[in-house]
């Protein structure tokens, strides 16, 4: 009906519209004498070159406004339906009736967050993170250099590595709790795990990728191998060695989760679990939104931590990452 | 300013080439890829090779560079038989091959680095070659932030500074448009002029080898071989107006004569061996004919 009427309303309009179809040409036709009369039309594109500081705010606040409000309104949409959807308690197929909403999440988080105890399994999962990632890094970047460079490195240590990789760091976990003597070194070993391999082939990647004729320049200018190694390869392979560190961070978060749902004691995923068993449905949230944001902290340390370290992608990729 | 002055101007960089023979394996074929090459360079001599694309002057110079090994005859820079790469014999590149993680600094200072030079020393030597190359107003921009003539200089300057007996330096100016070209010919030669240096340089720019240099070397199409050695008498310091001498313009019509020759000679091979008549159904054989 209402579609009807709008194609009505579309037919309606159209004859006047183009009856002005033909007008526009001398309205038109004024723009183009406007043009010389433009000069004074310079001054104010040029003004935008001499701005005070105010304006430049103004300038931003108007381009980046648009995008703020539409991430504001994403988040929004989200707690938005989360808060209707328990309010309401909606069934359709998904069950919304025990799921704890909003506003009870943030006040239980609130009590949760002054309480020693949580502060305990939180330190504890970063802990296990930082262990296990700081030595994936250390042997992944090393292998991977090494065996980048090296054939027969390669041809030594990658076909054992080829079968192993496919295994998901979860699938190690009962083995690994027979391996080592401690649940607490079994878990770090399963982080390790979950964040060596693609830290591994992304440097190896590096190596591969990186121009040949920078080895070469360098061995020119009189650099031995181990400076070309480090002060080269190294160098070279970096921005995927970040890469490789970025996505290691995220699978070690899974792996250090899972881990500690199964066999931890302590930990924000073994909290989470623990939230379940013992029907406290609020925690299962926050431990998520925890483990959530603490994943966000981790990537953007290592985002950060890149930028850092390599202050030339800055001036290259900057047409890629607007 | 004659040959021989520019021979007394120093003792070292002493590129001596004999009997070279290297072979090299396409398809499973091998092939002689530059067969009984001798030339030599002598000490501030600027020398270039100029031969048909595929003529092995690249791969000369990359055993004069250390990165290949030739299979038969000697290759020594002031009597040493060259092994391996090294800071003595400073290499530029066709392509760029500055590091793009450090600053264009730091990329002149690298070779001393690797030298245990101390800071300070490098950065009063690294600041003493940007200056003389014009460059130093840029030594803390990072290389993706320079133009290609700049990349270039850097590149010659960062070869300079570990101060070379020779330098190596493969179609330097082969990615640049004319115009840059030119411009970087006349740095190049003035910075010759101010430097005690050998140079062994590639190119298949004719204009370009005349301009730079004293003895130009012309190759044959593969297997590589020396055509002609031809000295240019041109007076130093050269200058743009030289271009247009005779006697610029008599080596010029010689030089492309010469390797014409060649050229024509490597497509004639080309085209025995089916390389361009296997594309007839687009030049056509009439236009093959015309080509030659």
Known sequence: ?322 | MNASTVQTRSATGHIDIRDVNIRFTQNGVPFDAVKNVSLDVKPGEFVSIVGPSGCGKSTLLNIVAGFLRADEGTVTVDGRAVTAPGADRGVVFQQYSLFPWLSVRQNVEFGLKMQGVSRSTREVKARTLLGLAGLLSFENHYPDQLSGGMKQRVGIVRALATSPQVMLMDEPFGALDSQTRVVMQEILTNMWQQLQLSVLFITHDIEEAIFLSDKIYVMTARPGRIKAEIPVPLPRPRTPDMTSSPTFLALHRQLKALIREESLAAMGGELKEGGLAGHDWHVGAEGVGAML
């Open chain 1, 1 to 322: 009906m209402s579609t009807v009427m709008r194609m009505h309303s579309i037919d309606d309009a159209a004859p006047p519209d183009a009856a002005p179809a033909d007008a526009p040409a001398p309205v038109r036709a004024v723009a183009p004498v406007a043009v010389p009369g433009g000069a004074p039309a310079a001054p104010a594109t040029a003004a935008p070159l001499r701005l005070t500081p105010a304006q430049r705010l103004g300038r931003t606040l108007r381009r980046e406004l648009p995008t703020w409000a539409l991430s504001a309104l994403s988040i929004v949409l989200l707690i938005g339906f989360w808060h209707l959807a328990t309010t309401y308690r909606w069934v359709f197929y998904i069950r919304f009736t025990n799921v704890p909403g909003p506003v009870e999440v943030f006040g239980d988080a609130m009590n949760l967050f002054g309480n020693k105890g949580f502060a305990t399994h939180v330190m504890l999962s970063l802990r296990r993170i930082m262990l296990g990632f700081a030595i994936a890094t250390v042997l992944g970047v090393t292998l991977g250099l090494l065996i980048g460079r090296y054939r027969r490195v390669r041809s030594l240590l990658f076909p054992a590595m080829e079968i192993v990789r496919p295994i998901p760091a979860i699938a190690w976990v009962p083995i690994s709790i027979m391996l080592w003597p401690t649940t607490e070194t079994s878990i770090v070993f399963i982080t390790f795990i979950g964040a060596f391999f693609p830290i591994l082939l992304n440097t190896m990647h590096g190596v591969a990728s990186m121009d040949a004729v920078l080895v070469r320049a360098a061995r020119c200018l009189g650099a031995t191998e181990f400076a070309l190694m480090t002060q080269v390869v190294l160098r070279g392979a970096m921005p995927h060695i970040f890469t490789g560190l970025a996505v290691g961070m995220g699978v070690a978060w899974v792996s250090l989760i899972a881990a500690e749902m199964i066999s931890g004691q302590y930990g924000v995923g073994y909290f989470t679990w623990e939230a379940y068993s013992l029907i406290e449905y609020s925690n299962i949230v926050i431990g998520m939104l925890v483990i959530g944001v603490l994943g966000l902290v981790c990537s953007g340390g290592i985002r950060l931590l890149g930028r850092l370290l390599m202050p030339w992608q800055a001036s290259s990729g900057k047409e890629n990452s607007r």
